[in-house]
Each structure stands twice: as structure tokens, then as C-alpha cells.
């Protein structure tokens, strides 16, 4: 999935995207001074809650710092140390990367381990992160997941609108990604990486959360939640799916149907329970209305649960 972006990032790099949603792990509040300590969800509900980044205000004492989940970027909450600021405070915990118990849940982060900040400031609602490495050139999807993490990270608190990343004083940036000159590296906000979700992230990834161990067994009736697409979306290139289920644990069986005929299919082939995504590109010649069905197969006996929409491509 990540060397097709080497193929596509200078189209990428013009385009003008709109912002993706983005789902928020609620860790609680944290008083500042604490240290933030993550629990896996209840997963007698949904994983996570939905909600868009741009709206995250954070409460006194706590920063929103975007780790990976399936490489898809997603805020988390840390506690701030009293007498630093938040914005630098999330930055240095961006840098720490998950939490044993987040890496169980499958967050990951695509800074380089071991990564230091070397200095940070604000100028004119513009932070500065000198950082002492970065991913290299040869690996563009990971350096545009990273900046995607930074930019977002910094700017979650309200108080910065841009971010220039620098790599031990040398300017970092989109450029930079795509093997250009350094010497013309802008400010980066959010709009200038939220391209990174819609076409590199998402396009052919699957995943769910999965239930902790230890969790108490599920003895409810099987339910399948989809909240994207919506019925009668229109899809051009990826239909790109978000729900939950509610089962013992088991595969998710993703069908594409048209006229009653199987066009495509994804098996998440996981024990879901809560929240799951997945992103099936379109075959170049569908066109018109198809089905799409995400079945929760019965096992010991129960009954298997879906849920289905009908959305339309754009051919």
C-alpha cells in the first residue's frame, strides 16, 4: 500500500484536499501533573468516539498527541507537566510513542524510535520542531504519516495554526518527502496533510479493535453498526466503510454485491468487538448502484448478524 504513494505523492503534493474525520480514544481527564495512564475501551459500546480533529479543545492539564492505529492517525490523551506548555508537551509525548497498554490495542507511530527533540518554539502561532531525525526520502508513506502526527499533534490545543519541522536545523517538509529542495519548505498546516487519511492511509487497509484479554465474555445478541458510507453516498475510486459490532469475537465478511452477484470482498480476519474500518477500492469498470453487506458470522449455534447500504459509483 505505502509504495503506491511514491507513484502518486507529487499529484498529492498540488492537490487540494478536504479535511478527514478522525475518531478520538477518550483516555478521561488527566490532572495535570499526573501521569496519563491508557485503558484499553469498554468494549461493551462503541471503541471510540467519532469527532472531527479540528474541533478537539483540550481541558486544562491535557494535550492531544495522534498516534497510529492500522496507519490510520488517531488522537490520544496525555496528562501536561505543570510549568510546560501543552503544545511542547504533546510534541515530547508524540516522541515517547504508544503506551504499553495502546501497543497492545495495535497503536503504533511512524517517527523513527529514539527520536529527540532538539528544540521547539513559537513564533506568531507557528511552531518550530527541530527534531533530531526524521524517515528518510526512500520511505515517503512513513515521513507523511510522521508529519501527519506533528503537524496535527501541535496543533490540536488551538493556540498554533502551522508547524515547520526542522531535522537537526535543516528544513523539513512536503518537499523534503518527495526528494525536493529543503530551501523551499513552507509551514504545514492541516489542510496541507489532510490528503494523507483519504489516499494513502485508508486505500486497501482493514482493521477492528479487538477484544482485551480478560474481557468479560459477550452474551448479547450479535449486532453490526455501519456509520460510513451512508445509504446512497455517492463513491468514486474506494468505498471507504467505519461501524461497530458486538459479537464473541470473529472475522467481519465485507461483500460488494451487484444485481445479486458478488463483485468483491475484504474478511477482516480478526476477533472484532467494537469499532472496525476498512477501505475496498472500486474496480474500474463498476459502475452504477452496488450493495455493500458486513456480516458478522454465527458461531456455537448463533445467529449471524449485518448490516448493508446501497451507494453508487461514479463511473
Request: net charge negative; hydrophobic share 45%.
Amino acid at each position: 500500500m505505502r509504495t503506491l504513494l511514491l507513484i502518486v505523492i507529487a499529484g498529492l503534493l498540488a492537490a487540494a484536499c478536504g479535511a478527514s474525520d478522525g475518531g478520538l480514544r477518550d483516555e478521561g481527564f488527566v490532572a495535570a501533573g499526573e501521569t496519563a495512564v491508557v485503558s484499553p475501551p469498554d468494549m461493551t459500546g462503541d471503541a471510540a468516539a467519532t469527532t472531527t480533529p479540528t474541533t478537539l479543545v483540550p481541558d486544562p492539564g491535557v494535550a492531544f498527541v495522534y498516534l497510529l492505529r492500522y496507519d490510520q492517525p488517531e488522537p490520544t490523551r496525555r496528562s501536561v507537566p505543570v510549568g510546560m506548555g501543552i503544545v511542547e508537551s504533546s510534541i515530547r509525548d508524540l516522541l515517547v510513542g504508544p503506551s504499553a497498554a495502546e501497543g497492545l490495542l495495535h497503536y503504533s507511530t511512524a517517527l523513527l524510535p529514539d527520536t529527540r527533540l532538539l528544540a521547539f518554539s513559537i513564533d506568531n502561532r507557528t511552531a518550530i520542531i527541530d527534531l533530531s531525525a526524521m524517515p528518510s526520502v526512500g520511505k515517503g508513506s512513513e515521513a507523511l504519516l510522521a508529519l501527519y502526527q506533528l503537524v496535527y499533534t501541535a496543533t490540536a490545543s488551538g493556540g498554533v495554526d502551522a508547524v515547520k519541522v526542522r531535522v537537526n536545523g535543516r528544513a523539513y517538509g512536503l518537499g523534503s518527502v518527495s526528494g525536493g529542495s529543503s530551501a523551499l519548505e513552507q509551514s504545514l498546516t492541516r489542510a496541507d496533510l489532510s490528503f494523507v487519511i483519504e489516499v494513502e492511509t485508508l486505500l486497501g487497509s482493514s482493521g477492528c479493535a479487538v477484544a482485551k484479554v480478560g474481557a468479560a465474555p459477550f452474551t448479547g445478541a450479535r449486532t453490526v453498526t455501519l456509520r460510513r458510507p451512508l445509504d446512497g453516498e455517492l463513491v468514486e475510486n474506494t468505498i471507504q466503510l467505519r461501524g461497530s459490532v458486538q459479537s464473541r469475537g470473529g472475522p467481519l465478511v465485507i461483500r460488494i454485491l451487484q444485481d445479486g452477484l458478488e463483485v468483491t470482498n475484504r474478511i477482516i480476519d480478526e476477533k472484532c468487538r467494537g469499532n472496525f474500518s476498512a477501505s475496498i477500492p472500486v474496480p474500474r469498470t463498476l459502475d452504477g448502484a452496488v450493495e455493500v453487506v458486513v456480516i458478522a458470522p454465527g458461531t456455537d449455534g448463533a445467529p449471524a448478524a449485518s448490516a448493508q447500504v446501497v451507494v453508487t459509483i461514479a463511473g
